[in-house]
């Protein structure tokens, strides 16, 4: 009987790193990778987890491959940033059993602050990346992995993207191999004092030297040879592209291996083919290093360095006639993201921009305050960077600016990496205000737990933080607890916050609309014979109101109840089921 089955990406290289004999798996959800981590905590022999952030996932992870146990942790591109510090080391430590970590970059930013380039990490910590361009290769390419991270004393990334984590495509799954290692006592190897570290520095060297002849004979590489007149290198979704849109009507040199790249295995191809052209998206990674080896070879004189690719855009860029009915060139209709109905955000923002307030916000759903029509937040940088910003700019405006700005962070992105901002915030005694938006859950990237809700990875009750005796802790005394869904409330205690001299902090409380349990009021309505149709419930951009013939309308499958519009309204015109005045 076929066990051929058809996979997500993600979902693909989680059944690939538990055949592989993962036994430990630690990360930070972030878009597109978080499925991964999702998928092997279904598998109850690996003991899987939500770390705080991606540098603790990292540790964590390493820490296990110490102990003899393959471990992973997963993250986006942008928590390879807050992860590096130990990866650079860990490439001089090495490991003991295999330790994989897995990024996802995001071409195109659908989901994301920036569009960098994950393959700089490999060749900057001088580590080995992989690059799989399909599900069956996201399932594969684990098992490699970790034969490669234990015979060349190395963690392993691989390296994932949007579309590979997001698309589908046959796997045939095969059966679990574990393989578990003793702890040995190696000072030398894993204590990086610098007399340690000057010694492992020339190991690092070898084992790349050796890596570079690795992938020159390495199945991950492969040619396929077709038409000699072009000649293409490429590798992971970018090679789906060129085989769809050229066929063997070119010949490709498709790399799984992006680092170290096969240099003998380049120029054998090179010479081989009249024309060498590199497809890659972002930056000209490969097609750079083509050219210190002194090739000639075209790429992003051709293609964009920014934004995603695709067939047709190759085929335009690289002269092939694309058929009428393959064509994208209709523009499709953007739809911009916007907050849910009965959002616990959406009253918090209203009032801070009611109040005038400079916001600088933090990364996850709350981002979309600066979104129109509330227009609410000024500034976004990274994880946990409000907290941090905030401090900076009230101490160089002084009291008439800090007087009107606050900080906003979520309460996980607080635990991820804002808790030290509001230490220095507590310690240097800034006049500053944080607001954490404490929706109970990791929202954006589709309801993880954190260490403030109380539950684990698997569902199950997990030691849970108090921000309230979290945030006294500090030494912050001004410490209060709004419901956002109460305007005057918000409204009061934002303007008692900015008045007050010296730090402090509000925590803006409410589940997230969209949590299983959650349980909402019935939808309000709109009593028309009252409805002056001033717009005034508009102005808080809830998807549930729109305006028909003049009235304010709200659409019942939408509309949770909250009674943030009705508190707008100046002439009681939202009104309950039952028609009395929400």
């Excluded at 990406?9 to 499925?35: I, Q, V």
């Excluded at 992973?72 to 059993?97: E, R």
């Amino acid at each position: 009987m076929s066990t051929r089955e058809l996979m997500l990406g993600n979902k693909a290289l989680a059944r690939g790193l538990y055949d592989a004999g993962c036994l430990f798996a630690s990360s930070y959800p972030g878009t597109p990778s978080t499925e991964v981590t999702e998928e092997i905590a279904k598998f109850d022999d690996v003991y899987s987890e939500w770390a705080p952030n991606e540098k603790v996932a990292m540790e964590a992870a390493f820490g296990a491959c110490l102990g003899g146990a393959r471990s992973f942790c997963a993250m986006k591109h942008v928590g390879l940033n807050v992860a590096a510090d130990p990866l650079f080391t860990m490439s001089y430590t090495g490991v003991n059993s295999g330790l994989i970590v897995v990024v996802a970059d995001d071409p195109g930013m659908h989901s994301s602050q920036n569009e960098q380039d994950s393959r700089h990490y490999a060749r900057a910590s001088k580590v080995p990346m992989l690059e799989p361009s399909d599900s069956a290769e996201a399932y594969a390419f684990p098992a490699i992995a970790y034969e490669l991270s234990e015979k060349y004393d190395t963690p392993v990334i691989i390296r994932m993207c949007t579309r590979v984590s997001h698309s589908q495509s046959i796997v045939e799954p095969g059966e679990r191999n574990v393989v578990r290692k003793s702890y040995e006592k190696n000072i030398p190897k894993n204590v990086m004092t610098p007399a340690n570290a000057i010694r492992r520095h020339p190991f690092v060297e070898e084992r790349m030297n050796k890596l570079k002849e690795y992938a020159v004979s390495s199945p991950l590489n492969r040619v396929e040879m077709g038409d000699k007149s072009l000649g293409i290198i490429t590798s992971g979704t970018s090679y789906q592209y060129v085989k769809e849109v050229f066929g063997d009507k070119c010949s490709v040199l498709k790399l799984g291996m992006v680092y170290p790249l096969p240099d003998d295995l380049i120029r054998d191809f090179a010479s081989k083919v009249d024309r060498l052209v590199v497809v890659e998206e972002l930056d000209p990674f490969i097609e750079e290093h083509c050219r210190s080896m002194g090739l000639e070879v075209s790429g992003k004189d051709l293609l964009p360095i920014c934004g995603e690719f695709s067939q047709t855009m190759i085929a335009k860029a690289l002269g092939v006639e694309v058929p009428e009915g393959l064509k994208l060139d209709e523009n499709i209709p953007v739809r911009p993201p916007v907050m849910c109905s009965g959002c616990p955000h959406r009253g918090l923002f209203y009032s801070l921009k009611t109040n005038k307030c400079t916001v600088l916000g933090d990364i996850g759903c709350y981002t979309l305050g600066a979104a129109a029509p509330l227009g609410a937040m000024e500034m976004t940088l990274c994880m946990g960077a409000s907290l941090s910003a905030v401090h900076g700019f009230n101490k160089v405006g002084g009291e008439d600016t800090a007087s009107k700005t606050v900080a906003v962070i979520g309460d996980s992105t607080f635990v991820h990496s804002g808790m030290t901002g509001l230490a220095n915030i507590a310690y240097n005694q800034s006049d500053s205000t944080v607001i954490i938006l404490d929706n109970s859950i990791t929202g954006m990237t589709g309801h993880q737990q954190n260490p403030t809700t109380g539950y684990n990875i698997k569902g199950d009750p997990a030691g849970k933080i108090d921000l309230e005796s979290l945030v006294r802790s500090f030494g912050i005394d001004h410490v209060r607890v709004v419901d956002p869904y109460d305007l005057a409330a918000c409204d009061k205690a934002i303007k008692e916050e900015l008045a007050y001299k010296g730090p402090s902090v509000i925590i803006s409380r409410r589940p997230c609309a969209l949590l299983k349990y959650v349980k909402h009021k019935a939808p309000l309505k709109v009593d028309r014979d009252k409805c002056i149709g001033c717009k005034s419930c508009m102005r808080i951009g809830c998807p549930s109101i729109s305006m028909k013939d003049g009235k304010a309308c709200i659409d019942q499958t939408m509309c949770v109840g909250c009674g943030v519009c009705a508190q707008l309204c100046p002439v009681g015109a939202i009104v309950s089921d039952e028609g009395e005045e929400a």
